[in-house]
């Protein structure tokens, strides 16, 4: 257990229907990371939050939001969804918001049909 | 824009043998670290390279970083086939992101 809860493991949903992923970094981090892994994409940041404020942005759509909230815990929501957003959804957390101390979880899989 | 170039993308190779897989990065950066993803698992730290020159060693695996060549180098020694998976590098850039090679996709076979 690496210490970052990713929840759900798993989901499978319709086109167009609207998904919240949910992820409570480790204790005393305070930067969250969301990655997409998906075949064609490979891994791609999407965005990061530090201390509950947007801190960057990556290859996120427009359809997707995010944010932090005051106890630390994250959540990813994908909305009008395709079937090209079913993928792999990672969260990472670092304790400083660099990369050296970065901590996967397990990661959300996301199926749309 | 940072780019990640990982080779070969694809690799198999026999118990025993000696490879490396190649990680080349198209702007500075003093920090690039190696992950290893098992099929449908998350990503598991292999090492974090801060400097020029650093080198890190863990079994048979063993991760160099040469900054000025802009590049990165995992080598298996004596491979076996606990260590098919596959490997990432990732850079991070001055935002501190992680910019992601492609992956390679290693098979050890007996």
């Known amino acids: 257990d690496s210490g970052v809860t990713q929840t759900p493991k798993h989901l499978i949903t319709a086109t167009g229907q609207r998904v919240t992923l949910r992820c409570s970094p480790r204790s005393g981090d305070l930067s969250v990371y969301w990655y997409q892994q998906s075949l064609d994409q490979g891994l791609q940041f999407l965005i990061q939050?530090?201390?509950?404020?947007?801190?960057a942005k990556g290859n996120i759509l427009e359809r997707f939001s995010a944010q932090q909230f005051p106890d630390l815990h994250s959540e990813l929501n994908l909305s009008s969804l395709e079937l090209g957003d079913s993928a792999l959804y990672f969260c990472a957390s670092s304790v400083d918001g660099t990369g050296i101390f970065y901590t996967f979880g397990s990661g959300t899989r996301l199926t749309v049909v | 824009e940072l780019k990640v170039e990982q080779n070969p993308l694809f690799l198999s190779m026999q118990e025993g043998k000696n490879y490396t897989i190649y990680c080349n990065y198209s702007?500075?950066?003093?920090?690039l670290y190696w992950y290893r993803q098992d099929p449908g698992k998350s990503l598991e730290s292999l090492f974090v390279l801060l400097s020029n020159g650093a080198v890190k060693q863990e079994g048979r695996l063993m991760a160099s970083l040469d900054t000025k060549a802009r590049l990165s180098t995992l080598h298996i020694t004596a491979a076996v086939h606990d260590l098919s998976a596959t490997y990432f590098c990732a850079v991070e850039n001055s935002n501190y992101q992680l910019i992601w090679g492609a992956g390679t996709k290693l098979i050890i076979k007996p």
């Open positions: 939050y530090y201390n509950g404020e947007e801190r």
């Open positions: 702007t500075t950066s003093d920090r």
